[in-house]
Structures are given as structure tokens and as C-alpha cells.
């Protein structure tokens, strides 16, 4: 069973309301009793924001997984079809969809998750491809790892952003992407470092944000 508690003004507990929670409620998805997870899912990893929650599920049956998340989404930090009607459609968590098939992703399915402030970092996996980091939702301190802030432009809120690597060198050489295999990733307040590894046996930590 799930239970959460604490500050809720966004719904971020998942217990169906917008009310601070001095105690420790079960928690919600859609179309599910209360405390309870979809059927046939299991719950692999929780990641917080300042009011976004993030819970990656995986599928007993054939291990394949999905993101789902619930609470304040207006800076597109819970994908691009975190549309809802009203507040009270984000207290409960909400399978996300990440419109993969736009960016050419097909067949990848995410695999680690992380969350800063108002940004959400997700790396995609698939069998004998490279993994893609990719991060959506708020830049107020370049938090999205796209140059954006930078260089001196607001990026779109409604869309995925491919984080790229091409700018990294080993012994003068470009960076491989295309044997790019992420092994942790981890956010703070505005803030992510991702641990990267290529078949040139490049192995090191990038940091993005403030």
C-alpha cells in the first residue's frame, strides 16, 4: 500500500484532495481503490518535485513500464498530456504520456525518473539502442539541460526535450551517442547529474542546471 503526507496544495499526495495531510492516507490512481496500485503493475521508484509527484510502474507480466504522476503540471512537468479539466483532476496519480512516437521514440519506455523543482528528467530505454535522456517542465536556471537558458530562449512547456551529449569529448573525440548507456540520475532543487557510460569506456558525471 502506498500512503503519503505532508504539503498537498497541488495535489502532489495523490489522496484525491488539495488539503495538507498531518497524517498518512493511501494514496490514489485513476480508476483505482484507494491504496491500491493498477492491476498487475508494481511500483519500482517514487521522485519529488516542489509540487509534482512521479511513480514509475512496471507490468508483472512482461516487465514493460510506464510513468504516472499526479499534481501541479502548468510548467509541462508531467508531459504533455497532463491536460486537466480542473485542480482536483491532479490529486490522484494519472498514467503520463511522453509522445514518444513525435520525437522518433518508439518502442523506448523509460526506465530511471528523476525530479527537480518544476522539471522532470526521464532516461528511455530500448533494447540494443542507445538510452535517451530526455527532460520537460520548468528552465528558470538552464534546470532542462538544453542550452536554452543560455542562449537566451524560453522553450516550448507542451513538448519532450532530447538531452544531448555531442558536446562532450574523450581524449579529443566526440562523445559516441550512439552507445550511450545512462546508469544513475539524480536531481536537486534546480538542479540534475546524470552518470554516463560509452563503448569507448567513458564513464562520468554531467551536471545541468544551477
Not at 508494481?42 to 504522476?69: C, P, Q, R, V
Given at each position: ?175 559516441d551517442e550512439d552507445s550511450l548507456l545512462v546508469e544513475s540520475l539524480a536531481a536537486g532543487q534546480h538542479h540534475a547529474v546524470v552518470r554516463l557510460t560509452t563503448a569507448g569506456c567513458l564513464t562520468g ?6
Amino acid at each position: 500500500m502506498l500512503l503519503s503526507a505532508g504539503s498537498n496544495a497541488h495535489g502532489q499526495l495523490a489522496n484525491g484532495s488539495l488539503d495538507d495531510s498531518h497524517f498518512f492516507p493511501p494514496c490514489c490512481f485513476s480508476g483505482c481503490a484507494p491504496g491500491t496500485l493498477p492491476a498487475g503493475r508494481t511500483l519500482l521508484h517514487l521522485e519529488f518535485g516542489a509540487n509534482h509527484t512521479l511513480a514509475l510502474l512496471k507490468f508483472s507480466e512482461n516487465g514493460t513500464t510506464e510513468l504516472w504522476g499526479c499534481g501541479d503540471g502548468t510548467a509541462g512537468q508531467l508531459s504533455p498530456s497532463y491536460d486537466l479539466a480542473d485542480d482536483s483532476d491532479g490529486t490522484v496519480f494519472r498514467p503520463l504520456d511522453l509522445t514518444l512516437e513525435r520525437h522518433g521514440l518508439e518502442g523506448h519506455l523509460p526506465r530511471l525518473v528523476a525530479a527537480s523543482w518544476e522539471t522532470t528528467y526521464v532516461v528511455l530505454s530500448r533494447q540494443a539502442m542507445p538510452d535517451v535522456l530526455v527532460s520537460m517542465g520548468g528552465d528558470d536556471f538552464g534546470d532542462l539541460g538544453i542550452g536554452a537558458k543560455l542562449a537566451g530562449k524560453s522553450p516550448a512547456k507542451n513538448i519532450i526535450h532530447t538531452v544531448r551529449f555531442d558536446h562532450l569529448e574523450q581524449n579529443g573525440v566526440a562523445v559516441d551517442e550512439d552507445s550511450l548507456l545512462v546508469e544513475s540520475l539524480a536531481a536537486g532543487q534546480h538542479h540534475a547529474v546524470v552518470r554516463l557510460t560509452t563503448a569507448g569506456c567513458l564513464t562520468g558525471l554531467l551536471d545541468m542546471g544551477s
